[in-house]
Structures are given as structure tokens and as C-alpha cells.
């Protein structure tokens, strides 16, 4: 039996090879995934498979492969299947023609749009590439909402814990010492060590108790917000992913039946995982 990761590198080949084929139209027409970014705009999307190969840490929230960018980054894919030479404008919305019109070296504008024959092509590449895409990053999405998931689970608990001990500080049911062996649980450095900079008095003032409360509840209303974030970006990947394969069944068959086992056997996989509503671990 295939071991995932020759399956996984078998999948990274065919993405390299339709990163390829992308990149000269791209750069010859000045297509660009949004303003500012002045690359041909496939290299938006293969920046996260130069994470995946890289190493990056794929639960930190920040991270390229943040389950938020790479939902972001399938509903872009999906789109540019309607909209083959479009641009993303991030102020306005979605922008086609007028941000192709840039001049060249000469201080001349190249042509409006590229032929139909080219926009067909990349329309051919990208649906494959997103293809790939959506099986390759459905594990390593899923892993990143399930690790921030936890993580702000563990600090709300945390939370709770802190409004308890502010709350017996205030109202002289605990002793500074005791209060501070309990914060020891707070495994949240940044909340712990600013709601231990109150602790200055045996008792908590009004304003202390005011000022702690105060930033609990703002902490807690980001932690909630961002919990909200990243389960919809979860919902909308997995959405997204069903979307693709039900469009590119064919493809996926083709694929499988046309010598590139591993391939194959990935997607495969990544479509029998995806009907189960989860990634491949």
C-alpha cells in the first residue's frame, strides 16, 4: 500500500506542473490576484503549497495555511473558474477588465483581455488545479480549526477561572497567595501576567475589580468572535471542497484511470473523507 505522503507528493507534482503552465499566461498578460500584489496571480495560491513543503507550523492562527486563508483561497479558485482574467480588489469587491490595463515598459497598454482561446486555457488549468488544491489543504484545514478550536475552548476555561479568583478577591473570600497559586493554571501567559499586576493589595480596589472585569470580557468577546471566524472558514472549506469534486467528478475518474495511481488514490480518498464531512489526518 502507497504511503500517504508519496500520494500526497504525487498530488504536489501535477499542482507544480499546472503551476507551470499558469505562470508564462499569467505574466505575459498581467494578470494579478489584487492590487498591490504585482505577480502573476497564481502565485497568491502556490504560496501555500511553498508553506505545506516548507515546514510552516499549520495550527498557529497566523499562519498562511490558517484555515481562514485556505478557505479564502478555494472560494478564489472557484471563482476564477467564471471569471478566468478577473482581479481581486479587496476595497471595492471583484474587479475583471480595467485592472488588466496596465502599461508596459514602453508606456503602452497591452490589449483589454487576452484572446478566449487563453482564457479558455486557464480556465482548464485552474479547474484542475483547484482540484488538487481542495484535496491537498482539506487535512491540514481541518487540523488548523480543530487546534484553534481547542485552543480557545482552554482559554475560555481559563476565563472563568479568572472572574472566579477576581471575583473571591474583591469580595475577600481569598488571599492574594492563594489567588496567584490559582492564575498558575491559566496556561494564557498574556492573562495571567496582566491579571497578576493587580494583584499590588490583599484586597482588590473597586477600580482594580472594575479594570480586571473589564478585560476578561473584552478578551472573551475576541476569543468568541474568533471561535465564530474560524468555524465558519471551516464550514465554508468544506463546503467549497464538496462543490469542486461534485464539478470535476469526471476529471477525478480520468485521473484515477489514467496510470497516476497515487494521484488517484489520493483524490480518492480526499472525496471519500470530504462526503464524511472531514479532512484526511
Known amino acids: 500500500m502507497a504511503r500517504p505522503e508519496r500520494e500526497q507528493d504525487a498530488i504536489l507534482t501535477l499542482m507544480q506542473g499546472k503551476y507551470e503552465h499558469i505562470l508564462p499566461i499569467e505574466a ?16 497568491h495560491f502556490h504560496d501555500a503549497v511553498r508553506a505545506l513543503t516548507s ?20 472560494s478564489q479558485l472557484r471563482q476564477i ?22 502599461l508596459d515598459a ?29 484535496a491537498l489543504f482539506a487535512p491540514v484545514a481541518d487540523r488548523n480549526f480543530k487546534a484553534r478550536e481547542d485552543e480557545i475552548e482552554g482559554n475560555l476555561v481559563d476565563l472563568s477561572l479568572v472572574e472566579e479568583v477576581v471575583e473571591a478577591l474583591a469580595s475577600g473570600q481569598m488571599e492574594v497567595s492563594t489567588a496567584l497559586k490559582e492564575l498558575d493554571h491559566v496556561e494564557q501567559d498574556d492573562l495571567r ?13 473597586a477600580r482594580e475589580k472594575q479594570e480586571a472585569q473589564a478585560m476578561v470580557a473584552a478578551i472573551g468577546k ?16 468544506l463546503t467549497a471542497q464538496l462543490a469542486v469534486y461534485e464539478e470535476s467528478r469526471d476529471m477525478i ?10 494521484a488517484g488514490k489520493f483524490l480518492e480518498t480526499a472525496v471519500r473523507n470530504a462526503g464524511q464531512g472531514r479532512g484526511r489526518s
Open 253 to 262: 475518474k480520468k485521473l484515477a484511470g489514467a496510470g497516476m495511481n497515487l
Open 28 to 43: 505575459e498578460w498581467g494578470i494579478r490576484f489584487e492590487e498591490g500584489d504585482m505577480r502573476p496571480r497564481i502565485e
Open 81 to 102: 473558474q467564471s471569471r478566468p482574467v478577473g482581479q481581486v480588489n479587496r476595497t471595492s469587491d471583484k474587479s475583471t477588465g480595467d485592472a488588466l490595463v496596465t
Open 106 to 134: 514602453r508606456g503602452k497598454a497591452p490589449p483589454r483581455l487576452p484572446p478566449q482561446s487563453v482564457r479558455q486555457e486557464l480556465v482548464q488549468h485552474y479547474r484542475d488545479y483547484t482540484v488538487f488544491f481542495a
Open 193 to 205: 501576567e496582566r491579571i497578576q499586576k493587580l494583584l499590588m493589595s490583599r484586597k482588590l480596589s
Open 222 to 237: 475576541n476569543l468568541k468572535s474568533e471561535r465564530k471566524r474560524v468555524d465558519t472558514a471551516h464550514t465554508n472549506y
Open 55 to 74: 515546514g510552516v507550523d499549520i495550527f498557529d492562527k497566523a499562519s498562511r495555511l490558517s484555515v481562514e486563508h485556505l478557505a479564502y483561497d478555494l
